[in-house]
């Protein structure tokens, strides 16, 4: 138990380290700002590299509460802040990252801008499960490639967080879907709805030629990065092409992008939160994708095992394995 003005929380001392429940005091909403009750935290892969003191993009320093991931109830409001009551139920990606408490916590403030209501069909398990992988797959296929019907879209990487989402967003909005990954992963990909590419036995050429009659895909996001990102832009259609990454950060030659007229976008979730400019568009695609999951036309697909504060170290040992089937959540 903790008294009123203060709250349970996870923090990491070291590169590596345990994660240490400890009693911090309970934030207090600024202008701008709503103090949220976490009911459930997101776990993410950039949330191990945070804890293993490998992601200097994050600007997350140790000692910290981590966590990006949120759902939950607000709790209350700070000055200026406009739409929101107590007890909205809301889901957002809104902290652990540049000097921001995680939420690995009972309590969390958040810029009311990052905020949007919970779907109505989502339990705050499922919910807090989205934002990041959510806003990410949306930045990419909505924001940049404009994807529509009738188009054919790749995605590289199918099966994982990512991946999962953009397959079912680019059905939703009416492309032909295909997808890469492993042949263990075919079951996953298939269930969402796309046309599985085994990348390991089939050459980039060969599944171009196959499923696109050698002209290339009109949207290609990578979720993958390295020798996968080199394929994408052999795998763009000519005269028009798009191709996305998440993970575009190597050495890489636009040569085969060039010789087909293709155009390449870099994604960067985490920008708006570390520059504090663009919030409003998080909170956008969030309440957007809320009415396609109210719809039933994207949902979560979620590991069966649960996790809470106490046993949250279990959860991110879960996700270093890659044993994780589907996406991981602390519940609080």
Same mark, same amino acid.
């Given at each position: 138990?903790?008294?009123?003005?203060?709250?349970?929380?996870?923090?990491?001392?070291?590169?590596?380290?345990?994660?240490?429940?400890?009693?911090?005091?309970?934030?207090?909403?600024?202008?701008?700002? $709503?103090?949220?009750?976490?009911?459930?935290?997101?776990?993410?892969?950039?949330? &191990?590299?945070?804890?293993?003191?490998?992601?200097?993009?994050?600007?997350?320093?140790?000692?910290?509460?981590?966590?990006?991931?949120?759902?939950?109830?607000? =709790?209350?409001? +700070?000055?200026?802040?406009?739409? #929101?009551?107590?007890?909205? =139920? $809301?889901?957002?990606?809104?902290? *652990?990252?540049?000097?921001?408490?995680?939420?690995?916590?009972?309590?969390?403030? $958040?810029?009311?801008?990052?905020?949007?209501? !919970?779907?109505?069909?989502?339990?705050?398990?499922?919910?807090?499960?989205?934002?990041?992988?959510?806003?990410?797959?949306?930045?990419?296929?909505?924001?940049?490639?404009?994807?529509?019907?009738?188009?054919?879209?790749?995605?590289?990487?199918?099966?994982?967080?990512?991946?999962?989402?953009?397959?079912?967003?680019?059905?939703?909005?009416?492309?032909?879907?295909?997808?890469?990954?492993?042949?263990?992963?075919?079951?996953? &990909?298939?269930?969402?709805?796309?046309?599985?590419?085994?990348?390991?036995?089939?050459?980039?050429?060969?599944?171009?030629?196959?499923?696109?009659?050698?002209?290339?895909?009109?949207?290609?996001?990578?979720?993958? +990065? *390295? =020798?996968?990102?080199?394929?994408?832009? !052999?795998? @763009?259609?000519?005269?028009? *092409?798009?191709?996305?990454?998440?993970? *575009? #950060?190597?050495?890489?030659?636009? @040569?085969?992008?060039? /010789?087909?007229?293709?155009?390449?976008?870099?994604?960067?979730?985490?920008?708006?939160?570390?520059?504090?400019?663009?919030?409003?568009?998080?909170?956008?695609?969030?309440?957007? @994708?809320?009415?396609?999951?109210?719809?039933?036309?994207?949902?979560?697909?979620?590991?069966?095992?649960? /996790?809470?504060?106490?046993?949250?170290?279990?959860?991110?040992?879960?996700? !270093?394995? !890659?044993?994780?089937?589907?996406?991981? $959540?602390?519940?609080?």
């Amino acid at each position: 138990m903790t008294d009123s003005l203060n709250m349970l929380a996870l923090m990491v001392d070291t590169p590596d380290g345990p994660l240490r429940l400890v009693s911090l005091q309970r934030p207090v909403p600024g202008p701008g700002q $709503v103090l949220v009750r976490i009911k459930a935290s997101g776990v993410n892969p950039l949330d &191990i590299k945070i804890r293993a003191g490998q992601a200097a993009h994050a600007r997350q320093l140790l000692p910290a509460v981590l966590g990006l991931d949120l759902a939950g109830v607000v =709790e209350a409001l +700070g000055e200026g802040v406009q739409g #929101w009551r107590a007890r909205d =139920e $809301v889901y957002a990606l809104a902290t *652990g990252i540049a000097g921001k408490q995680g939420s690995l916590a009972e309590y969390a403030v $958040v810029d009311a801008r990052l905020l949007a209501r !919970k779907p109505a069909n989502l339990d705050m398990r499922a919910a807090a499960s989205l934002p990041l992988v959510l806003i990410t797959a949306w930045e990419g296929l909505v924001d940049r490639a404009r994807v529509g019907a009738g188009q054919k879209v790749l995605i590289q990487g199918g099966a994982g967080g990512v991946g999962q989402v953009a397959v079912q967003l680019a059905q939703a909005f009416g492309a032909q879907v295909f997808a890469t990954g492993s042949a263990g992963q075919r079951s996953i &990909i298939e269930a969402g709805g796309a046309t599985f590419i085994d990348y390991r036995q089939t050459p980039v050429e060969d599944y171009v030629d196959r499923f696109t009659a050698g002209e290339g895909f009109d949207i290609v996001y990578d979720t993958v +990065g *390295g =020798e996968t990102l080199d394929a994408s832009f !052999k795998a @763009a259609r000519l005269y028009g *092409g798009h191709v996305i990454s998440c993970l *575009g #950060w190597g050495q890489h030659s636009l @040569a085969p992008l060039s /010789f087909r007229a293709a155009t390449y976008s870099g994604v960067f979730t985490l920008l708006p939160l570390l520059t504090g400019k663009g919030c409003e568009q998080h909170g956008e695609i969030l309440r957007q @994708a809320a009415a396609l999951i109210e719809a039933g036309r994207l949902r979560p697909l979620l590991d069966p095992r649960r /996790f809470t504060l106490e046993t949250a170290g279990q959860a991110h040992e879960l996700l !270093k394995s !890659k044993a994780a089937q589907g996406r991981v $959540v602390v519940e609080i």
